[in-house]
């Protein structure tokens, strides 16, 4: 869309009370996908070997939600043409005429800058550097150029979003180590199967929107496959932490109870009955049961990191 269509589809409403703005620019931040990815980072700093100073570690976990923020709305800005096709995403600001899109664009920038700079002062180079590419990764590389390109899109593009573990254990130590690079595969290789059980039943929006995503490229059941490989690959790569001994009995029984229960969902997926294109007949129910277990999955693993940590590693 250019920049005059959008900009005369943006009717300011003479009433605008100040609540409605302000829930339109938090709106933009993706807020409730920012929750998550912050407890992660937020994980890193927490199990990493250093004492740091609670103001310090609060400033670092800040960055890392303005930063992931930042990159949402400078992703809603780049989205606006295709937001405003998909049904999921047509009320957000931009398409729903309530924000101009230069403005948008202004704060993903701004805060982007600020807290990455914020993040240097506080803590160190190296985490502001990663925290620094994985903005670029997200708003760039995913956003403006995967996102609309390969059906491997959220394969590679994932990367973004796995990386505030390794930021969190930056911050705190000014260094990496395998376990902060463990956890980044563990986000990095769950994000296809959150992302894609998705996608099963939001492929006619992307269809639409012209946006390649695996369903629409290859298929409902080779995405089904792919959604149950990547389970198990995931279900082995979080145990490593235990097989080099990193975390103790509760990370490890945890890992396998959620990774089994993941690898059921994803057999779910796989069985559920279709048509001969392997379209859902149950209006994708086990493609929904997977998402939602796909994020109490990856919330309740990094909660036992925490307390294996916590109870046992630390004792
Ligand atoms: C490229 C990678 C990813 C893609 C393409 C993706 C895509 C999506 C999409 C399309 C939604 C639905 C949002 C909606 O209904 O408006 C969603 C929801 C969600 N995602 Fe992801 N996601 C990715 C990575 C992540 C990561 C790394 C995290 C956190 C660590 C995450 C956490 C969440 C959460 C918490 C929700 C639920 C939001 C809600 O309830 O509205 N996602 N994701
Ligand atoms: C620290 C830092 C910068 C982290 C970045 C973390 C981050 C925001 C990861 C991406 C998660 C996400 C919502 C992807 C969906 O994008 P989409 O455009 O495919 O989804 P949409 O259709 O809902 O807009």
């Given amino acids: 869309m250019s920049g005059a269509v959008a900009d005369k589809a943006f009717v300011a ?21 920012i929750s998550l990815v912050v407890f992660t980072g937020a994980a890193g700093l927490v199990v990493a070997p250093a004492h740091m100073n609670l103001f310090v570690a609060a400033v670092a976990i800040l960055c890392i939600c303005m930063a992931s923020g ?31 899109e230069r403005s948008a664009l ?3 920038v701004g ?15 190296l985490a ?24 491997q899109n959220i394969v590679i593009g994932g990367a973004a979003g796995a990386f505030p573990p390794m930021i969190g254990w930056a911050a705190a130590t000014g260094s990496l180590d395998v376990l902060p690079i463990v956890m980044f595969l563990i986000v990095f290789l769950w994000t296809p199967p959150h992302f894609w059980s998705l996608s099963l039943y939001a492929c006619k929006d992307y269809g639409r929107a012209g946006i390649p ?7 409902a059941r080779h995405t089904r496959h792919q959604i149950l490989i990547y389970t198990f690959v995931l279900l082995a790569v979080s145990l490593v932490p235990s097989w080099l001994h990193l975390c103790g009995w509760i990370y490890t029984a945890t890992a396998l109870a959620l990774g089994l229960g993941f690898v059921a969902c994803a057999v779910a997926v796989v069985r559920d009955r279709q048509d001969e294109t392997g379209v859902s007949l149950t ?15 990856l919330f309740l693993l990094f909660c036992g990191l925490l307390l294996d940590h916590a109870l046992v590693v630390s004792h």
């Fill in 111 to 125: 805060l982007s800058v600020a807290s990455v700079v914020l993040m240097w002062f506080a803590t160190n180079a």
């Fill in 70 to 100: 930042a990159a949402g709305a400078i992703n809603m800005w780049y989205d606006r043409d295709i937001d405003a096709i998909m049904t999921r995403t047509a009320t957000r600001p931009i398409p729903g005429g309530r924000m101009p």
């Fill in 13 to 33: 409403e003479p009433g605008a009370i100040l609540g409605t703005e302000a829930r339109d620019w938090f709106a933009l931040l993706k807020p409730r996908v």
């Fill in 213 to 219: 995503m695996l369903p629409v490229v290859r298929g």
């Fill in 128 to 151: 502001a550097f990663i925290l620094a590419f994985s903005i670029v990764f997200y708003a760039v590389i995913y956003t403006m150029w995967l996102k609309r390109s390969t059906p």
């Fill in 106 to 108: 202004g704060f993903g």
């Fill in 283 to 297: 209006n994708d129910a086990p493609a929904r049961r997977a998402f939602r277990f796909s994020l109490a999955y």
